[in-house]
């Protein structure tokens, strides 16, 4: 067993190897505080020969017995991976991938468990670390170490690792993946912060990176490691010479072709021409020579780029794609917008909900609510193809995330517009950036719903073409200037500043100097398509008549036992007398919904009438709900009684209750005491004319005595 620890962001970081899952490849406990992660990584002996990619497989699981909680369901076990955890798998996979040797088709599994957790610090950030940590420590090919960190800003100060409770407080946190040299990850939120606060945060991150893989350094010190072997097939020189010659000017041509379609159909009949031209050669060699084309393509893409600073579809590097707009295309829905930039397009669409369509979130450490949600669909039609339907991708869930992360700092306060929002978008066309392009079109399709956002957000994805000595920085970039470039940069916000930020990048990391460049280029983009998108919709719309209409009111928190009554009668009460839907907080906060104005105001009146502090001189018209023999009780608003003494029945004497009252009878009553226990006394006589010669009759002292001498009852437990 092998420890290592180091301060870290002024606690201790612990490396622990082993002690447990012996058997892996690698594996490796993280503790930072008191929360605590396994990674342990395994690869396959034979490489895959039917597949053209890594496969790789990143799984973080968080178990509820970390935090001291069994899960809920029915079957009270974790089930398949929540939100959080895909995401975090995706956080972790992005700076891990690029750094296996070009060719290992070793299937790869890294899984990293959350075995204990402190409710403060986060286990999330601790999966790059682990990961790295345990590929490290195993023999499996890897061009390592790297290094994650969480960075926050509270009051204009820089944290890194910030607790949970800190993040609640902070006006940007990202996620920060680096090498030794520079930041190779980023994934973050901002309220709306400059380009240099970003890049503040990135260099004060990168910081404690390089501490973090010193301590990895150590513990692989106290190791002797030796990492396999990886062959990789190199094609036999005289086919890579055929295929050069069948190539000839091809690439070139077929690389200025503008459309899409075109493009892929000139690139698949050179490639099917090639392919049966060189079968009888090299009959067996099909996906070689497919790879040597792909190479030669990828080449052939980025020089004209780099050589010209044209790019395929005839942009210059900063240029943006034509851009239209169309808002309220769906009229019955509560708010949509069609948003197209170029050959991607997204179909936006919100909904307005009350607070039972609030999301419910079962997490390890903690429970609650969520009224603000982005769905992200990327149907096979969007490229015109043909695949699997019926669940939701990883890449859904992750685009879904960063552009609800992108447009949640513009929302209203939900005391403005108590309503819970779902925004799901809908990706007609794709040819790059469409994330980015459900921003833009989730800000419009939220002020179509009326939403009074306080400003448009809009996204723009950057790319990154370079060859060491030559850079092109790309703006609005395309599909395939994103799957043969270095680099995608999205970058999301307001014309105030960024709200989200999501750096990937396929080479070993770019300069600070760099990054600068990108993030000014992506400003000046996002301020274009901003001024488009105020021209389309400046102002919010009204809310649509076929939305839920929300009103909210404060009650005294000591009154919410009063409007839900005993077994929720009086709340059950309004529901079915209004048809509209009411809740309460535990803060007193009460929201009714309905599709009613008229329906909802009525409402309103009830929970008031319920919940209303009756003083001394009130009237009310009630009910006669019980007779006794010394008195009526009253229902004077829904659910809330209050006692009619006999006495104070008629100002003559009364021998029976009933000879003035029965069950069911209206009656108008005056409040003339509220006792000491908040019990009311009503009067019906107050409000009568006192009869001509009436004189009052004297009351008789009450007795000090126990009410006639009886002792009074005794309490026995059983």
């Known amino acids: 067993m092998i420890i290592k620890e180091r301060e870290i962001a002024g606690k201790t970081m612990r490396l622990e190897t082993g002690r447990v899952a012996r058997q892996s490849n690698g594996s490796v406990m993280v503790t930072y505080g008191e929360t605590t992660i396994l990674a342990a990584v395994n690869a396959a002996k034979e490489p895959r020969e039917d597949i053209d990619f890594f496969p790789l497989q990143v799984e973080y699981r968080e178990k509820h ?140 991150a990168h910081e404690v990176i390089k501490e973090i893989i010193d301590l990895q350094n150590e513990l692989l010190s106290a190791m002797d490691v030796v990492k396999d072997e990886v062959v990789i097939p190199q094609p036999d020189d005289a086919m890579v010479s055929a295929v050069d010659e069948k190539i000839g000017s091809q690439v070139d041509d077929i690389v200025k072709i503008v459309d899409k379609k075109e493009r892929s159909s000139a690139k698949n009949e050179m490639v099917s021409s090639i392919l049966d031209s060189l079968e009888e050669s090299y009959p067996s060699e099909g996906k070689t020579i497919k790879s040597l084309i792909d190479d030669r393509f990828k080449a052939g893409f980025r020089e004209q780029i780099l050589a010209t600073g044209k790019r395929s579809d005839g942009r210059s590097t900063a240029d943006i794609r034509p851009i239209s707009i169309d808002t309220d295309i769906l009229p019955r829905t509560h708010g949509s917008a069609l948003f197209t930039r170029g050959e991607t397009q997204a179909l936006v669409v919100t909904t307005l909900g009350s607070k039972r369509d609030e999301m419910i979130i079962d997490t390890a450490d903690e429970d609650y609510k969520k009224s603000y ?149 992506a400003h000046e983009g996002r301020l274009h398509i901003l001024g488009l998108m105020k021209e389309a919709m400046p102002e919010p719309n009204d809310i649509s008549p076929y939305a839920p209409r929300i009103m909210s009111i404060a009650i005294n928190t000591e009154k919410i036992g009063a409007l839900i009554g005993p077994g929720g009668k009086n709340i059950k009460k309004i529901i079915e007398d209004t048809e509209c839907e009411v809740n309460v907080d535990d803060d007193g906060i009460v929201t009714i919904a309905g599709m009613n104005t008229d329906k909802c105001n009525e409402a309103i009146e009830m929970v008031k009438a319920l919940t209303f502090e009756p003083e001394v001189g009130m009237e009310f018209d009630g009910t006669v709900t019980r007779i006794m023999t010394f008195g009526a009780f009253v229902e004077f608003v829904p659910g809330r009684e209050g006692l009619v003494h006999i006495s104070e029945l008629e100002w003559n004497r009364v021998d029976k209750v009933e000879d003035v009252v029965k069950t069911g009878d209206p009656i108008r009553v005056k409040l003339i005491k509220v006792d000491d226990q908040g019990r009311l006394d009503f009067s019906r006589k107050a409000l009568l004319e006192k009869p001509e010669g009436y004189v009052e009759r004297p009351k008789r002292p009450r007795s000090d005595s126990n009410r006639g001498g009886r002792k009074p009852f005794k309490k026995r437990r059983f």
């Open 65 to 204: 017995y970390a935090g001291g909680k069994i899960p809920g369901g029915f079957f009270k076990r974790e089930a398949r991976p929540s939100e959080h955890e895909v995401l975090t798998s995706r956080v972790t996979d992005r700076p891990i991938r690029p750094l296996f040797p070009k060719g290992f088709k070793n299937e790869t599994q890294i899984m990293i468990t959350v075995l204990q957790s402190d409710g403060e610090n986060m286990a999330d950030v601790l999966a790059g670390v682990g990961a790295s940590a345990a590929l490290m420590t195993s023999t499996i090919p890897w061009n390592g170490p790297i290094a994650s960190v969480r960075v926050g800003r509270i009051e204009g100060k820089y944290i890194i690792n910030p607790t949970r409770s800190e993040i609640m407080d902070c006006d940007l946190e990202m996620v920060v993946s680096g090498n030794q040299e520079t930041v190779v990850m980023v994934e973050g939120e901002a309220d709306g912060v400059s380009e240099s606060e970003v890049l503040d945060g990135l260099k004060q």
């Open 373 to 521: 949600y982005l769905h992200y669909n990327f149907p096979p039609y969007c490229v015109g193809e043909t695949g699997r339907i019926g669940f939701t991708s990883r890449r859904e869930i992750g685009h879904g995330n960063l552009a609800q992360r992108a447009i949640k700092p513009a929302l209203p306060d939900y005391d403005d517009f108590p309503y819970t929002i779902r925004i799901v978008s809908e990706i007609m066309e794709s040819n790059g950036s469409s994330s980015m392009a459900s921003v833009c079109g989730g800000s419009l399709s939220l002020m179509s719903s009326g939403a009074p956002l306080k400003s448009h957000v809009a996204g723009i994805a950057m790319g990154l073409i370079t060859d060491g000595k030559r850079h092109a920085i790309l703006s609005d970039i395309l599909g395939m200037e994103d799957h043969l470039g270095d680099m995608d940069f999205k970058v999301a916000g307001t014309a105030d500043g960024i709200t989200a930020i999501q750096l990937d990048l396929k080479i070993e990391g770019i300069s600070f100097e760099l990054m600068e460049q990108a993030l000014q280029q």
